[in-house]
Every structure is written in structure tokens, then in C-alpha cells.
């Protein structure tokens, strides 16, 4: 080789090294191969669109590798000391062209970084970015689709319940600083509740004032505290006043369906029946049971314990067992036995129940479960505990508040709130204000009208009556007795007699319900026989042909006997019952005889019953409570009128028009004389033997019911009224009438005087009982005469009711002899007209007038 060659070549190689590198170094790893290029750059890719689109994506991996590349080649440099040999020429000979093509070592490196970064770029790309949330719950949940999105995240749940406690801690924290134990006296004086007439003004009673006898804690005997802690709290000593413990287990046991529990301590129990009073809501209970956490903190046990015997309520109006020992035992607290004092224990859940008085059987099991539960907790010896015997008890007294009839109104205010869910422990120490629906003038005018009875009125004699609003049910005046102490029971809601021909009006009913008008015609002969029945009416007397209308106000027991066999006697029944008489009144069932009145029902239950009759034929409940309001003035109670149409307005108009007749020409026609012109419809009835007398009747503002009856001494059966004030026979149209007059006349003194409205034709009018009268009229029966009424002439197969009062002075000298009323018919079968042939007369008079004395045939079919 020439030395110009030499020359020129190394000069060429010199100038070669002396070049930086394009690839980041001269040298190359052996074996490595580089892709020919002549240029030094990449060729371009060909073929289709598709091949462009990845040389495309090599190309740009190709730049970012080149990018890399020169980054780590000036890393390179930098690092050493630059070389003096020149790199060889591209265009320059074979290592030239190899040393141009060929990347240094470093440059691959780089590369292959680059290509990574550009292959996990590539990655990234397929998967999807987490998308960041867009509130500090994250809810709905951000990067989530449905319904995803909408599950709550352990984030929000987390904080939720972190919430969740602390509210709850902030709660109890401020109840517990907001509830505070008040006064003892402040409860104390709000006790007593008190009842009001109608007015809200009128003090009428109040129930049982507190009576009660303190005791000191050393003064009430061991055994008492000893049965109270093992009954109702055996950790009454350990707890703090809550027990959780016991919480738990009445919530498992109600939960079983086990008999309710409630948890509470013997703390608690003081607390809410000295301070709280019945509590059911959550808040209350939870103060109650702070109210209990602060006064464990503030009194020790005995105390606590003196306080609650000192005043939980035992029945018989007793608060305390000082006085529970003398209402059930006659002596004072100290001289009771280890049985006495678990008897007074066992009436503590339900004093009005558990009395042995009223349930024996009751209070002896729950006797016997407090002495089993002495004997658990080791107070009691199982020895000493089978010794003991159930104690005796003292008869219980009624209280001083209910004597005289004010005392009936106060008893059944009473038993209405224990029917509307209260309890005889809220009621006596609730410091309630009740209002009641008696209207003080009525009352007044309702006992007045009892103490006008004549003097002789025998002291068996018992009345009952009501009086109410046929538009509420409202009962504004009543009648139980003289004297509720000495006499209990109620002769209005409580003492049953035989309806007798008040019965009447639900066949009278039925009837029209069944499209008999009121000119239907019936036969009013007596006697008369049907299938296994006879039935006769007062004195044997006949009627011949009578209508409807004429059978209501002469009470003819034959015309209805026949009425209820045609539409049937448990029609008569049904009628009774859908118009507010109970299904399970004594007597009452499906046989023919209840049209003339064999079933028992109350004077209140009556008047009830007519009161739907006077509405109408809308059924309303009596009630006597209006209202009641707690000592802060909220309300506690209130009465809903509830009322449902029980009978056609129209079949209730046509039998208020055949009621009219006793009043007018019947058995009660002497109110004529007393309500000044005023329409009133009614019924009088007396039952079998005068065992009961009653009369029934309403003007278009008001009902009273009125029933007389003598029970005998021992009180088990109805005697024969007593004759008195001159009556030789008690009837529905004697003194019951006499009573509902003096009531209603002085009740309905200045109010307008309203009339009923006229009789209607019915749209089912298509029956008629129109069936020719015999041809010739049986024989005239001579009606009894005034002094000879057979009062033993009554058909033992009907309760026989009674007959209107007869004027004996009706007889002209002109007609026969059966124009002669008897003045007085011992049954509501009135036999107004004696006469054995029917009034052809409009009115239904019982007075004579010729055509009266017409022949049965003649009354062809009207009044």
C-alpha cells in the first residue's frame, strides 16, 4: 500500500473517529448485526395502506428511540474524554459503510429502553384509566356502571356508621344533661282526675284522691320488701338503677312470643309512677330510664324502695301499703304475715284483675309465683313456704267520691275509659280532665222525676233510665240507682228485665221492610191459635180486622203474632240486632214468642235502639265520655262519632208514624196532656205476670228509655211489681210513662217544638193483607169492666205487655156495653179499644163513635 493511500485512508479513518457518532459509539457488541443502509437512514416501508399504517407506528418508535438514543449518547460523552480519531466517511470504504450503519453499544441499550417504554406506553393504552372521584363520599360511585355505581363504597359505609355513633353520643349526652329529676310534689298534686258535666265547667266528681299513709324506711315490714324485690327486680341491690341484663331478657322473651315484659327495675317503675307517669315512646323511655340512672345516684336502695311502696297504687282505691293493708286486710302494714304481704305484692302488675275479689283463681297463681320466687332468691325456706296459706281478705268498700247517683254517671265514665284502652292505675293518678256528655239540667230533671214517685213506692222498686241524643248517641242523662255505694249496680247499663211489647217495633219493622204497608190488615181476634202456639190479648178481647198502624197503638198481641209468623221470627230478630241490640242479649233468639217480648235487655240497650229509629235509621253507639286532657293540656282522648244507616230512611219514617199511636190513642196517651202539644212516638210494654214495665219513645231531639222491675231480696229473680201510688197493676203506661214525661217535658222546655215528618209510600209496598173478613162477626167479648181488669188473664205463652190506659169514662150511654175501657191494661197489648170489633175511626181512638160499634166486617181496612 502506497503511502498516499495509507495517508489518505487514515486521514479518512482519523476523520471518521473524529465525528460523532450517530448511534452513541463507534463500537458494536460482537455478533450483533445491523440492517444495511446505504444512506444511514431507515427505508422507507412499502406496499399497502396497511403496511404504511405499521411502518407508521416503527417509525415512531424508531424517532423515540432515537430520541433516547441521543439522550444517552451525550450521557456518554459527557462522561469521558472525547476521542481524536474522526469516524470513517459514510461514503468511504467497507469498514466505513459498516461503522456508519452499525449503532454503538450504548446506542442498542438505549434502544431497548425505549422500545420497552414505547411497548408499556403501548400497553397503557388497552387498559382503562382509573377515573377519580367526585366527592368526598364518592356516591354514586365514580368509574362504576349501573347498578354498581349505586352500592354504597366501605368509605361511605365506614363513615356512615361513624356518624351514626357519634350522633348517638351526642344524643345521649344531651338528654342526659336536658333531663332532670323534678319535685316528688310536683306529680303528687297532679294525681287526682277530675270529671265534668257536658259544660266543662260543672264539677261532677273526681276518682280517687290519693290515699294514702307515708311510712318511714324502717317502718315498713321486711316481708313487703322482701317479696317486692324477688318479684318484680331480684338485682333491685346491684344494679344502677337500669338493668341491661334484664332489658335483654324481656326483649328475648317477647320476641318468642313469651307473656309480655318490660325490663324495667324497681327504680324505674318509681320513676314513672311518681314522676313520669305512663310512658310508650322511645324519648320517654329513655328518660325514664336517665331519670332512673340519676335518682340511683342521688338516694340509696332503702330509700328508693320505701318511696315505691310508699306509693304504688294496690287497688281499692289504696296508694301505699299502709293503706293496701287495711283496704285488703283491716290492719295497719306492721301486723301483716309473710302470706298477706305476698298477696299485696301480687296484685301490683293489675290491681283491678288480680283483686281476689273479682279473679280468686288469678291472684292465687300470682300469690304463688312471688313465694316461689322468695324461695329462689333465699328469702324464704321451702319449709316456711309450704306452710303458708292464702290469706283472707276484708270486702272491698266503695270509695266516698261515688256515693248517690252521681256515682252510676262516675262508674260508667269510669268503665267507657277502660273499654277505650286506659287503666284504672292512669285514671285514679293521671290528673286528667274528662269531660263528660251528661247535661247538668237533664240529670237534675232525670232525678227529680225518680223522686216524684208516690212515698209508698216500695223499697224494692227499681228504675233505670237514659236519656240521649239521637243525632251523636250522646248520653245526656241517666239513672242507675239512689245510691252507688249501697247499691252498685246500675238499673240503666247493667240490670236486665223482659222487653215485653217494646218488642214490637222490630216486627212492625220487618214488616214494612218486607212490603207490608202500614193499612195491611191483620187479625186482632183473640184467642188465637197457631201451630203449637195460642196466643190471646188482654181480657180475651177481639178486634176483628186491624191494620198495622191500629196493632201498634193498641199493642194487639194477636195481629202481631200472626205479623211475625208471616215474615218470620228471625226476621224480627235480625231487625233487633242490626238496630244495636246485642246478639248475645239474655233471651233473645229466633222463636215466635220474641215478638211479644221474651229476651232481656238493658234500658241503655233500648234506648239505643230507638235512638237509630229516631236518627233515621243510622246507628249510632252511646258513649258518656266527650273528652279527655292531661295536666300539660294535651290531649289524651277523644270520642269518633262512628255511624253506619242500618235501615232505610223511609221504612224509619213509616214506623216513627205507627209509633205515634201509643202516645196519642194508645197505652201512653196521657203525655198528651204533659208535653204541650210536642209529636212523640213510643212504646209501652209490660211483661208476663207485671214482672217489668217499661216505655220507650223520642221526639225528633231527644230518647229516653225508662224500665221498672223488683228483683227479689237475694237479687236472683224478678218478682211481680209491687202495686203503689194507687195502681192496682203496674204497667208500661203507669209510672215508666209518668217518668219519661216529667223527664222530657222539663228537657225540652224552650227548644223548638219539631215534628216528625209524614208517612211515605214505600217503594216495596207491593204486599198486602187485605183477605175478606169473615161474613158474620163473631160475638161480641165484653171488655172487663174498670174495678174487674182479670190481671191473671194473661197468656202464660207471651210476656203479655201493657195495654194503654183506658179512660173508664169513654162509654157514651148510647153504645153497648164493650165500648167500656178498662182504666188500666196490665200489658203492653193494650187493649185500648175493649170493644171486640175494630175502630173504623182515623184516629184510632179508643173513644166511641158510632161506627165503632159497625160489625167486624165493616172495617174493611183503615184506622
Request: proline share 4%.
Given at each position: 500500500?502506497?503511502?498516499?493511500?495509507?495517508?489518505?485512508?487514515?486521514?479518512?479513518?482519523?476523520?471518521?473517529?473524529?465525528?460523532?457518532?450517530?448511534?452513541?459509539?463507534?463500537?458494536?457488541?460482537?455478533?450483533?448485526?445491523?440492517?444495511?443502509?446505504?444512506?444511514?437512514?431507515?427505508?422507507?416501508?412499502?406496499?399497502?395502506?396497511?403496511?404504511?399504517?405499521?411502518?407508521?407506528?416503527?417509525?415512531?418508535?424508531?424517532?423515540?428511540?432515537?430520541?433516547?438514543?441521543?439522550?444517552?449518547?451525550?450521557?456518554?460523552?459527557?462522561?469521558?474524554?472525547?476521542?481524536?480519531?474522526?469516524?470513517?466517511?459514510?461514503?468511504?470504504?467497507?469498514?466505513?459503510?459498516?461503522?456508519?450503519?452499525?449503532?454503538?453499544?450504548?446506542?442498542?441499550?438505549?434502544?431497548?429502553?425505549?422500545?420497552?417504554?414505547?411497548?408499556?406506553?403501548?400497553?397503557?393504552?388497552?387498559?382503562?384509566?382509573?377515573?377519580?372521584?367526585?366527592?368526598?363520599?364518592?356516591?354514586?360511585?365514580?368509574?362504576?356502571?349501573?347498578?354498581?355505581?349505586?352500592?354504597?363504597?366501605?368509605?361511605?359505609?365506614?363513615?356512615?356508621?361513624?356518624?351514626?355513633?357519634?350522633?348517638?353520643?351526642?344524643?345521649?349526652?344531651?338528654?342526659?344533661?336536658?333531663?332532670?329529676?323534678?319535685?316528688?310534689?310536683?306529680?303528687?298534686?297532679?294525681?287526682?282526675?277530675?270529671?265534668?258535666?257536658?259544660?266543662?265547667?260543672?264539677?261532677?266528681?273526681?276518682?280517687?284522691?290519693?290515699?294514702?299513709?307515708?311510712?318511714?324506711?324502717?317502718?315498713?315490714?321486711?316481708?313487703?320488701?322482701d317479696a317486692v324485690v324477688a318479684s318484680e327486680d331480684d338485682t333491685f341491690y346491684e344494679n344502677r338503677g337500669v338493668s341491661p341484663r334484664g332489658i335483654v331478657r324481656a326483649l328475648v322473651n317477647n320476641l318468642?312470643?313469651?307473656?309480655?315484659?318490660?325490663?324495667?327495675?324497681?327504680?324505674?317503675?318509681?320513676?314513672?309512677?311518681?314522676?313520669?307517669?305512663?310512658?310508650?315512646?322511645?324519648?320517654?323511655?329513655?328518660?325514664?330510664?336517665?331519670?332512673?340512672?340519676?335518682?340511683?345516684?342521688?338516694?340509696?336502695?332503702?330509700?328508693?324502695?320505701?318511696?315505691?311502696?310508699?306509693?304504688?297504687?294496690?287497688?281499692?282505691?289504696?296508694?301505699?301499703?299502709?293503706?293496701?293493708?287495711?283496704?285488703?286486710?283491716?290492719?295497719?302494714a306492721a301486723d301483716m304475715t309473710d302470706a298477706e304481704a305476698a298477696l299485696l305484692v301480687a296484685v301490683i302488675p293489675g290491681p283491678s284483675s288480680y283483686d281476689p275479689a273479682v279473679n280468686k283463681e288469678k291472684s292465687v297463681e300470682l300469690w304463688d309465683r312471688v313465694i316461689s320466687r322468695e324461695v329462689n332468691v333465699g328469702e324464704m325456706s321451702p319449709e316456711d313456704a309450704e306452710a303458708l296459706e292464702f290469706p283472707d281478705t276484708v270486702e272491698p268498700k266503695s270509695e266516698n267520691t261515688l256515693a248517690g247517683d252521681k256515682g252510676y254517671l262516675l262508674d260508667q265514665v269510669r268503665t267507657e275509659l277502660v273499654a277505650e284502652g286506659f287503666t284504672e292505675d292512669e285514671i285514679n293518678t293521671g290528673g286528667f280532665t274528662i269531660v263528660s256528655t251528661i247535661d247538668p239540667?237533664?240529670?237534675?230533671?232525670?232525678?227529680?222525676?225518680?223522686?216524684?214517685?208516690?212515698?209508698?213506692?216500695?223499697?224494692?222498686?227499681?228504675?233505670?233510665?237514659?236519656?240521649?241524643?239521637?243525632?251523636?248517641?250522646?248520653?245526656?242523662?241517666?239513672?242507675?240507682?239512689?245510691?252507688?255505694?249501697?247499691?252498685?249496680?246500675?238499673?240503666?247499663?247493667?240490670?236486665?228485665?223482659?222487653?215485653?211489647?217494646?218488642?214490637?217495633?222490630?216486627?212492625?219493622?220487618?214488616?214494612?221492610?218486607?212490603?207490608?204497608?202500614?193499612?195491611?190488615q191483620w187479625d186482632g181476634n183473640s184467642p188465637k191459635t197457631f201451630p203449637g202456639w195460642t196466643v190471646n190479648n188482654f181480657g180475651d178481647s177481639d178486634y176483628g180486622r186491624v191494620s198495622l198502624r191500629k196493632a201498634t197503638a193498641s199493642s194487639i198481641n194477636t195481629a202481631y203474632a200472626e205479623a211475625n209468623l208471616e215474615v218470620g221470627p228471625q226476621r224480627t230478630m235480625d231487625t233487633a240486632i242490626a238496630l244495636g241490640l246485642p246478639e248475645k242479649t239474655p233471651g233473645l233468639s229466633a222463636d215466635a214468642s220474641n215478638v211479644l217480648g221474651s229476651a232481656s235487655p238493658t234500658v241503655t240497650e233500648m234506648g239505643e235502639v230507638y235512638a237509630t229509629i229516631a236518627a233515621g235509621g243510622m246507628h249510632r253507639d252511646s258513649y258518656i265520655v266527650q273528652d279527655v286532657t292531661r295536666p300539660d293540656g294535651s290531649s289524651r282522648y277523644e270520642h269518633q262519632s262512628e255511624e253506619k244507616r242500618v235501615m232505610d230512611e223511609d221504612v224509619a219514617t213509616n214506623a216513627t208514624v205507627a209509633l205515634q199511636g201509643p202516645p196519642t190513642t194508645g197505652s201512653a196517651r196521657d203525655l198528651q196532656g204533659?208535653?204541650?202539644?210536642?209529636?212523640?212516638?213510643?212504646?209501652?210494654?209490660?211483661?208476663?205476670?207485671?214482672?217489668?214495665?217499661?216505655?220507650?219513645?223520642?221526639?225528633?231531639?231527644?230518647?229516653?228509655?225508662?224500665?221498672?222491675?223488683?228483683?227479689?231480696?237475694?237479687?236472683?229473680?224478678?218478682?211481680?211489681?209491687?202495686p203503689f201510688g194507687g195502681e192496682r197493676n203496674i204497667t208500661g203506661g203507669t209510672f215508666p210513662t209518668a217518668i219519661w214525661g216529667d223527664i222530657m217535658s222539663q228537657s225540652l222546655e224552650g227548644q223548638e217544638m219539631l215534628e216528625f215528618p209524614g208517612e211515605v209510600t214505600l217503594d216495596n209496598e207491593t204486599r198486602e193483607r187485605n183477605t175478606p173478613p169473615p161474613t158474620q162477626a163473631p160475638p161480641p167479648t165484653q171488655a172487663p169492666e174498670p174495678t174487674e181488669e182479670p190481671t191473671t188473664e194473661e197468656p202464660t205463652e207471651e210476656p203479655t205487655t201493657e195495654e194503654p190506659t183506658e179512660e173508664p169514662t169513654t162509654e157514651e150511654p148510647t153504645e153497648e156495653p164493650t165500648t167500656e175501657e178498662p182504666s188500666e191494661e196490665p200489658s203492653d197489648e193494650e187493649s185500648d179499644e175493649p170493644s171486640d170489633k175494630p175502630s173504623d175511626t182515623a184516629k184510632d181512638t179508643p173513644s166511641k163513635d158510632p161506627e165503632d160499634d159497625a160489625p167486624a166486617s165493616s172495617d174493611g181496612g183503615g184506622d
Open positions: 500500500m502506497s503511502d498516499s493511500r495509507r495517508s489518505s485512508r487514515g486521514s479518512s479513518d482519523r476523520s471518521n473517529r473524529s465525528k460523532k457518532p450517530t448511534g452513541g459509539g463507534a463500537r458494536r457488541a460482537a455478533g450483533v448485526r445491523r440492517a444495511p443502509s446505504s444512506s444511514g437512514k431507515p427505508a422507507e416501508p412499502k406496499g399497502t395502506s396497511r403496511t404504511g399504517r405499521r411502518a407508521g407506528a416503527s417509525s415512531e418508535g424508531s424517532s423515540a428511540a432515537k430520541r433516547s438514543t441521543a439522550a444517552g449518547g451525550a450521557a456518554s460523552t459527557a462522561g469521558r474524554p472525547a476521542s481524536s480519531k474522526p469516524a470513517a466517511a459514510t461514503s468511504g470504504g467497507t469498514a466505513s459503510s459498516r461503522g456508519a450503519s452499525r449503532t454503538s453499544v450504548n446506542a442498542r441499550h438505549a434502544g431497548t429502553a425505549a422500545t420497552a417504554g414505547a411497548a408499556a406506553a403501548s400497553a397503557g393504552k388497552g387498559r382503562k384509566k382509573k377515573v377519580a372521584a367526585t366527592n368526598f363520599l364518592n356516591y354514586p360511585r365514580a368509574g362504576r356502571k349501573n347498578p354498581w355505581r349505586w352500592f354504597p363504597s366501605l368509605r361511605l359505609i365506614v363513615g356512615a356508621m361513624a356518624l351514626m355513633v357519634l350522633a348517638g353520643l351526642g344524643f345521649a349526652v344531651w338528654l342526659y344533661n336536658d333531663t332532670s329529676v323534678p319535685e316528688p310534689s310536683d306529680f303528687a298534686l297532679a294525681q287526682t282526675s277530675r270529671v265534668y258535666y257536658a259544660d266543662g265547667e260543672t264539677e261532677m266528681g273526681t276518682f280517687s284522691e290519693i290515699n294514702r299513709t307515708e311510712l318511714d324506711a324502717d317502718e315498713i315490714p321486711q316481708n313487703v320488701k318468642q312470643g313469651g307473656a309480655r315484659q318490660g325490663g324495667s327495675t324497681i327504680t324505674m317503675q318509681y320513676v314513672e309512677r311518681y314522676y313520669t307517669g305512663s310512658e310508650t315512646s322511645y324519648v320517654g323511655k329513655a328518660k325514664e330510664a336517665i331519670m332512673a340512672l340519676k335518682i340511683d345516684q342521688e338516694l340509696d336502695k332503702d330509700e328508693i324502695l320505701s318511696r315505691y311502696l310508699n306509693t304504688i297504687y294496690f287497688g281499692r282505691g289504696a296508694y301505699g301499703v299502709q293503706e293496701a293493708s287495711q283496704a285488703y286486710f283491716g290492719k295497719d239540667g237533664i240529670q237534675n230533671n232525670t232525678v227529680e222525676a225518680v223522686k216524684n214517685l208516690p212515698e209508698d213506692r216500695p223499697e224494692q222498686n227499681r228504675v233505670g233510665t237514659v236519656t240521649m241524643d239521637p243525632s251523636t248517641g250522646a248520653i245526656r242523662g241517666m239513672y242507675g240507682g239512689e245510691d252507688f255505694v249501697t247499691q252498685p249496680r246500675n238499673d240503666a247499663t247493667q240490670s236486665r228485665m223482659q222487653a215485653g211489647s217494646i218488642f214490637k217495633t222490630f216486627t212492625l219493622i220487618a214488616a214494612l221492610e218486607d212490603g207490608y204497608p202500614l193499612d195491611s204533659v208535653m204541650d202539644g210536642r209529636e212523640v212516638a213510643g212504646k209501652t210494654g209490660t211483661s208476663e205476670k207485671f214482672r217489668s214495665a217499661w216505655f220507650v219513645g223520642f221526639t225528633p231531639q231527644l230518647v229516653t228509655a225508662v224500665g221498672m222491675f223488683q228483683p227479689s231480696e237475694d237479687g236472683t229473680t224478678e218478682e211481680q211489681l209491687t
